[in-house]
């Protein structure tokens, strides 16, 4: 049975930092594309952030481009997301996700985490 299960969520600042952190279960995680995806209330899904199963092609939405960082270590069957200069906007459910090696990106729809909110105060 395939588990993602975030953490890292809570209140910060304007401008502060928080790292969320993806750990998977119940696949082979090196042959996955890992992402993370954020839904705020009212609006639609939308993407953040991918990585490739190497590590070396990492997507990023316009939104969070320069701001947002991901890693994975696939060692540890983990994936990061660093966040910093955040702003309210940003306030949202972020979800983990993982697909097919060949999907990195918008598209990424297989497996998904329960979330971790993150709040970001003006």
């Known amino acids: 049975q395939v588990q993602l299960v975030e953490s890292g969520g809570g209140l910060v600042q304007t401008g502060g930092s928080l790292r969320l952190s993806c750990a998977a279960s119940g696949l082979t995680f090196s042959r996955y594309a890992m992402g993370w995806f954020r839904r705020a209330p009212g609006k639609e899904r939308e993407f953040v952030a991918a990585?490739?199963?190497?590590?070396?092609?990492?997507y990023y939405a316009d939104s969070v481009k320069g701001r947002f960082t991901i890693s994975r270590d696939n060692a540890k069957s983990t994936v990061d997301l660093q966040m910093d200069s955040l702003k309210p906007e940003d306030t949202a459910v972020y979800y983990c996700?993982?697909?097919?090696?060949?999907?990195?990106?918008?598209?990424?729809?297989?497996?998904w985490g329960q979330g971790t909110q993150v709040t970001v105060s003006s």
């Open positions: 990585i490739s199963w190497g590590g070396s092609m990492p």
């Open positions: 996700a993982a697909d097919s090696w060949a999907r990195v990106g918008p598209q990424m729809n297989n497996y």
